[in-house]
Structures are given as structure tokens and as C-alpha cells.
């Protein structure tokens, strides 16, 4: 019973989805599609939560569209061969700011700036 209450919590708005989503966004490095489910999360709670919370999903949803974005150019650019860099930089760009919301949503903190580019 304990375990199921886990999982749950993880599923539900809050600290523990955030988390979440941050992972299945650093998972999808590897396998793609996993960032879809964590930009679904971040949507459908977004709003329903304490405010600090709500600055991750903001965060992860904008996270995602950049990324999106720049892996499309990137994509586009392996005609000309500076793609590569292109999708390489977006990767190390995602991959720091996963590391940074996780290290907030750890601390219970907001993001300072959730619309920011950068971190």
C-alpha cells in the first residue's frame, strides 16, 4: 500500500512530478518519446499546484518548445554539417537545465526566471 501512495504522488501535482518530468526530459536523450509524456505532465498540472511548483512547469514547457525548435534547425543545418553542433548544443543546453530545476525542485524552491532561454 505504502508503494502504491508513492507512485501516486509522482503522478499527482507537486515536487515529486516535477522531478519527474525533469527525468523523462533527461531519459529522452536516449530514448526520445519520453519527453512528450513529461511536457503532457507539465501541461495537464500546470496551474494546480503551490506557485513555486508551477515555475517548474513553466520551465519544463518552455524547456521543451526551445529544445524542439533547436533540434528542428539542427536537424535542417546536417545538410550544410554544422547541424551536429547545433543538436549538440541543445543537448548539453537541455541537459544543464534539467540539472538545475532538479537541484530547485529539490530544495523546494521556484525558478527565479521560468521564462529565461538560458538557465
Not at 21 to 33: A, H, M, N, T
Not at 58 to 64: G, P, V, W, Y
Not at 85 to 100: E, H, N, Q, S
Request: glycine content about 8%; aromatic content about 16%.
Amino acid at each position: 500500500m505504502e508503494q502504491q501512495s508513492d507512485v501516486a504522488g509522482y503522478l499527482e501535482p507537486g515536487g515529486k512530478n516535477a522531478t519527474l518530468v525533469y527525468i523523462l526530459y533527461l531519459v529522452s536523450l536516449l530514448i526520445g518519446f519520453t519527453s512528450l509524456i513529461g511536457v503532457i505532465f507539465a501541461y495537464l498540472n500546470r496551474g494546480k499546484s503551490a506557485s513555486w511548483v508551477d515555475s517548474h512547469y513553466t520551465f519544463q514547457i518552455r524547456t521543451f518548445w526551445i529544445g524542439i525548435l533547436f533540434s528542428v534547425i539542427g536537424v535542417v543545418l546536417m545538410f550544410v554539417f554544422i547541424g551536429i553542433f547545433v543538436l549538440l548544443a541543445t543537448a548539453i543546453w537541455a541537459i544543464v537545465r534539467c540539472i538545475k530545476g532538479l537541484q530547485l525542485a529539490a530544495r523546494n524552491e521556484a525558478v527565479p526566471n521560468p521564462q529565461t532561454w538560458m538557465f
